[in-house]
């Protein structure tokens, strides 16, 4: 069956930095869109960003120039390094499979002010 796993959320204070990573398993990785999301407590889920089979990437306006999507199909993974915190990135962080319903269980990213 079809597993994303996240890691790395954790703390920080604004204006640092925290690396993602979502590590696929049971799919093609390298045909497939990427995408991260996140949900702030009583908001809706929104897309921060995606990345093509073939590397193209789009962004949230919200995080353009702060966070860097990327993909290693080899290790089939997808990454999201976030820089310049700010507290209204405190949410969860969501990996999944573009136009799928393959959803990761989501890690905790808090940014202290």
């Known amino acids: 069956q079809v597993q994303l796993v996240e890691s790395g959320g954790g703390l920080v204070q604004a204006g640092g930095s925290l690396r993602l990573s979502c590590a696929a398993s049971?799919?093609?990785?390298?045909?497939?869109?990427m995408g991260w999301y996140r949900q702030a407590p009583g908001k809706q889920r929104e897309m921060v960003a995606r990345?093509?089979?073939?590397?193209?990437?789009i962004y949230a306006d919200s995080v353009k120039g702060r966070f860097t999507i990327s993909r290693d199909n080899a290790k089939n993974t997808v990454y999201l390094q976030m820089t310049s915190l700010k507290p209204e990135d405190t949410a969860v962080y969501y990996c999944n499979v573009v136009f799928t319903y393959y959803w990761g269980q989501g890690t905790q990213v808090i940014v202290s002010s």
């Open positions: 049971g799919i093609v990785f390298s045909i497939n869109a």
């Open positions: 990345i093509s089979s073939g590397g193209s990437t």
